[in-house]
């Protein structure tokens, strides 16, 4: 026993090993979202300087419901990134799966849990024809997506039909952008995401220490938990505060529902890309598509699953645009993919594949809605938000083709 507890501990790594190994990569120019999470941080202190509504509880959950279809639409995104490919029919699939979302309820008469279900079932088929024609018939992932991008637009306008609108009235679909939780349930919340990182941690060291590989120091992983409780906390109190315009006639205070399905999706997408073999073929692919056929993964399988994974992320994307608009028009989802793209790229994902997390697309989606927010509240002309976007994304897509370079070079 004393034996196999040495054997663990030497395998650990010191804390401050952890520290030089992190700097040496961003010296290597691997800085992951560091840019992204300095970026903004600036762009927060500048807007709330600018505008000291920006800090206040009502703009801050305005801003969570604002990210998350972005958020979503990017999770699913990094999946197609990883492998180098693209994807720019994921808007208008979210706009086609929230108007059919809208129209089996509306004019059919279908339960809410079952009009979910065939939008669910809608963005999977979707991803799967996609895939198929990009791994099987050699079609390059670009011109599939594109024609999709412009035929879904007329299949759009027929499924809503000739008003061009469809109202949504279902109230567990509007809660979900539009309502709080109640208070404890934030609370709670947290508290399962701080249980769920320290027991995954742990099961993680102790496998690592089996198969004889260095562990990251415990006090690390202890050093994150309490980070998480800290700012945890200190996000569920601030949303918790009142921000009802009439609070006596409508109190607005809480946590929004929206937020722990977009924790969800995060922590079972990283999950399938960290922690299971399908992940660590995802990875291979993207990195090297022939070394990868080379050593026996089915690189064609691969293709056409992460393609059905981030059409079904587009399809919650979807529902998440009908419930924040309480609507579906024509015109549902043109205009997101880009911004979608966008938010990966500039959280830290690489458009050459291989490169890239979960946690980037999400600090990148934080990053474009706090320009769209901040723009607003200081009375810039919408223009710019455009303008300012495609300069961090160009910003971005420089970084991440340096990077690249250093990294076939080494």
């Known amino acids: 026993m004393s034996e196999q507890n040495a054997i663990q501990t030497g395998n650990e790594g010191s804390f401050l090993e952890v520290g030089r190994d992190y700097f040496k990569r961003i ?7 560091l840019p992204a999470l300095l970026g903004l941080v600036i762009l927060a202190t500048i807007f ?3 505008n000291p509504i920006f800090l206040k509880p009502i703009n801050f959950a305005n801003l969570l419901t604002q990210a998350a279809t972005v958020t979503t639409l990017a999770m699913g995104l990094t999946f197609v990134l990883l492998l180098g490919e693209i994807d720019l029919s994921a808007g208008v699939t979210a706009g086609l799966s929230a108007a059919f979302l809208a129209v089996s309820m509306a004019s059919y008469g279908v339960p809410w849990p079952f009009a979910v279900v065939i939008s669910l079932i809608l963005g999977m088929f979707v991803g799967f024809m996609i895939g198929l024609l990009v791994a099987k018939v050699g079609i390059p992932s670009f011109v599939v997506t594109l024609a999709v991008f412009l035929a879904f637009q007329g ?3 027929v499924v809503v039909g000739k008003g061009g609108l469809i109202g949504i009235e279902a109230p567990p679909i509007l809660a979900i952008m539009n309502r709080p939780m ?8 947290l508290l399962i995401i701080l249980v769920i990182y320290v027991l995954t941690s742990l099961i993680s060291r102790r ?4 198969s004889g590989q260095q562990n990251k120091p415990l006090s690390l992983v202890l050093f994150k938990a309490v980070i998480i409780l800290v700012v945890g906390g200190a996000l569920v109190s601030f949303l918790n505060l009142e921000r009802g315009a009439n609070p006596a006639v409508t109190s607005l205070k809480g946590v929004p529902y929206v937020v722990p399905i977009v924790i969800l999706l995060l922590a079972g997408g990283t999950f399938v890309l960290n922690r299971t073999k399908f992940g660590r073929h995802v990875y291979a692919v993207g990195g090297n598509a022939e ?29 998440l645009l009908a419930s924040r608009q309480a609507s579906v028009d024509a015109a549902a989802g043109r205009s ?5 793209i966008a938010a990966a790229v500039v959280g830290g994902v690489s458009l050459f594949g291989g490169r890239g997390k979960l946690t980037d ?3 990148g989606g934080f990053v474009i809605a706090v320009i769209d927010n901040g723009l607003g509240l200081i009375g810039l002309a919408s223009g710019l938000n455009l303008a300012i976007t495609g300069g961090v994304l160009l910003l971005a897509a420089t970084a991440d083709a340096i990077t690249s370079r250093k990294s076939k070079t080494s």
């Open 27 to 33: 010296k290597s120019g691997e800085t992951g979202s």
């Open 48 to 50: 709330a300087l600018a």
């Open 155 to 157: 299949l759009q306008l």
């Open 182 to 189: 109640p208070l404890s349930f934030g609370w709670i919340l």
């Open 207 to 210: 496998q690592r220490s089996n």
């Open 291 to 319: 070394a990868a056929r080379r050593a026996g993964i089915r690189v064609s399988r691969v293709r056409i699953t992460v393609f059905m994974i981030s059409s079904t992320f587009a399809g919650i994307a979807g529902i």
């Open 336 to 340: 997101i993919v880009l911004s979608a």
């Open 361 to 363: 697309a999400v600090i």
